[in-house]
């Protein structure tokens, strides 16, 4: 079985591709619903609520990890693969393809303040950003919306548009959708933005990147199944929305 989760429904973006390129294998999805969002919790608040989700999922039988958050990667990633006895799989923001994909060398980079003001994305600016012009943007509203499962609302809608019409107007031509709720707002960027700016998602590069790690470790039927440190009823309903149907989904207790 392989284990995934997040701070809320954000990861199922990952999930999903997990899903599609592994579809023989067992996967367990943990939403920390009780404790989402993580962005702008302390960091060791957020790596105290990973590595107690780690173990639980590795007591679950998990044979990988996958962290399908930016912001618990970035808070987390070295401390789980230094505790848990499984192989960890995180992620970060495409940067990269971004760069590769701009040509106005200008890119944004949308994302929690945790994830934009740790280590990790500094490093990985100093590595790749090279000449592009890297503009940073913290968006902890459009999580909530995501997890509302309000998707194209007028709302979100609008808190959308705030965040890209001057990004748009500064020659950004290359988003990075570096929080996993966002690719769920996949659509209603697009639609916002057309053929201006491409938009980067690394849940398939994530997915990849599973396959390899999990070949020959992990093995099951196909079975999906979620759980919610959350109030399951209310969860649900919002996991319908963006996923597009239901999903089995308990509550468990994930304590530190
Ligand atoms: N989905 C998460 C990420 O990729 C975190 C969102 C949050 O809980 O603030 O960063």
């Known amino acids: 079985m392989i284990g ?13 591709s997990v899903r599609d390129m592994l579809p023989g294998q067992d996967l367990l999805y943990l939403a920390d619903s009780a404790y989402c969002p993580y962005g702008p919790r302390p960091l060791v608040e957020v790596q105290g609520r990973a590595l107690a989700i780690g173990r639980w999922l590795v007591a679950q039988g998990a044979a990988v990890v996958v962290i399908a958050c930016n912001t618990a990667t ?6 789980l693969r230094a505790e848990l006895p499984v192989p960890v799989v995180g992620m970060e923001p495409g940067l990269k393809p971004a760069i590769a994909a701009s040509r106005s060398g200008r890119v944004a980079v949308l994302a929690t303040s945790g994830t934009l003001g740790g280590e990790r994305f500094a490093s990985l600016v100093d590595r790749f950003a ?5 503009l940073t943007v ?3 509203d459009l999580v909530g919306y995501v997890e509302a499962g309000d998707l194209d609302g007028p709302e979100v809608r609008a808190a959308v548009v705030g ?8 020659g950004v ?22 053929p201006a700016a491409a938009i ?26 979620c759980v919610t440190t959350g109030d ?5 309903v919002s996991l319908a929305r963006v996923w597009g149907g239901p999903l089995p989904l308990s509550w468990a207790s994930v304590e530190i």
């Open 163 to 170: 965040y890209l019409a001057p990004l748009l107007a500064e």
């Open 130 to 134: 090279g000449g592009a012009q890297v």
């Open 4 to 16: 995934v989760f997040d701070s809320g429904l954000g990861g199922l973006s990952v999930l999903r």
């Open 138 to 140: 913290a968006c902890p």
């Open 74 to 79: 970035s808070a987390a990633a070295d401390l």
């Open 200 to 225: 980067i998602d690394t849940g398939p590069a994530v997915a990849a990147q599973v396959a390899r790690v999990a070949a020959g470790s992990a093995r099951g039927v196909g079975a999906l199944r």
């Open 173 to 194: 031509d290359s988003l990075v959708l570096g929080c996993t709720h966002f690719p769920f707002l996949r659509p209603l960027i697009a639609e916002l933005v057309g």
């Open 232 to 236: 399951p009823a209310e969860v649900a």
